[in-house]
């Protein structure tokens, strides 16, 4: 009988660098979940945005992407057209800072709402707003209740950005091994918005509908809990 010591070896490397990154993606949920634990403090916003007493925040992750837009008609058969300015998709990477150095937690993008609660609407639109951990897969969808304009707060100071949002949780899901991190979620607020906003030109007649711009932005993102 032969053996391959070549083969063996190779073997062995992929088992031992698997269990390294089995071991350094625990340790990060590890980091996140501590840092999550620990206290959580939003600035002070305006009432409109602030959610209901009873809810606390446990996350903040720092989003940077864009926000996707689509030329369409202003109505049906219309000659004018317009950006769809309430229908942006989000497209976006959450980080928070771990030893000082920036480590993805979550994506945020558009999917549709499959486990929905009782606050989501009916019939559910196709595609909700959607943050997912990157750490164990879970879900959370929300909606916006309340809206104030970027540069009207110090807590949204940026003119010429993007909406600072209150959004409310209508749907959770656990992800594949069962894990919560996400469905712990009751509202997100979304603060200090920089870009994002649609182009001021480029969709105008209907020439130009179909066209599509991704326009790159930031934001800062808090998670709430409600208490137990």
């Avoid at 032969?2 to 063996?8: C, D, L, V, Y």
């Avoid at 057209?81 to 980080?95: D, G, I, K």
């Avoid at 989501?120 to 164990?136: E, I, Y």
């Avoid at 712990?184 to 994002?196: E, V, Y």
Wanted: charged residues 15%; glycine residues 8%; neutral net charge.
């Amino acid at each position: 009988m032969s053996f391959n010591f070549g083969q063996e070896t190779k073997k062995t490397a992929r088992v031992r660098n698997l269990f390294m990154a089995a071991l350094v993606l625990g340790s990060a949920f590890g980091m996140v979940a501590q840092a999550s634990a620990q206290r959580v403090t939003p600035p002070v916003t305006p009432d409109l945005i602030t959610p209901p007493d009873g809810n606390t925040a446990f996350l903040l992750g720092r989003g940077v992407g864009t926000q996707g837009y689509v030329c369409l008609p202003t109505a049906p058969g219309a000659p004018t057209a317009s950006w769809t300015v309430n229908n942006a998709r989000p497209e976006a990477t959450l980080f928070t800072n771990i030893f000082k150095q920036p480590v993805e937690i979550i994506t945020h993008f558009l999917s549709p709402d499959t486990n929905p609660n009782e606050f989501a609407p009916n019939p559910v639109p196709f595609g909700n707003a959607t943050w997912q951990s990157s750490l164990d897969s879970s879900k959370v969808w929300a909606q916006t209740v309340h809206a104030i304009p970027a540069g009207s707060d110090p807590s949204c100071p940026n003119s010429d950005a993007i909406s600072c949002l209150l959004l409310q949780s209508i749907g959770t899901e656990a992800g594949p091994a069962g894990g919560k991190f996400m469905t712990r979620t009751s509202f997100i607020q979304r603060l200090n918005t920089k870009g994002g906003s649609a182009p001021a030109t480029g969709c105008l007649v209907a020439g130009d509908v179909g066209k599509q711009a991704l326009v790159p932005y930031s934001a800062d993102y808090y998670f709430f809990e409600a208490a137990e």
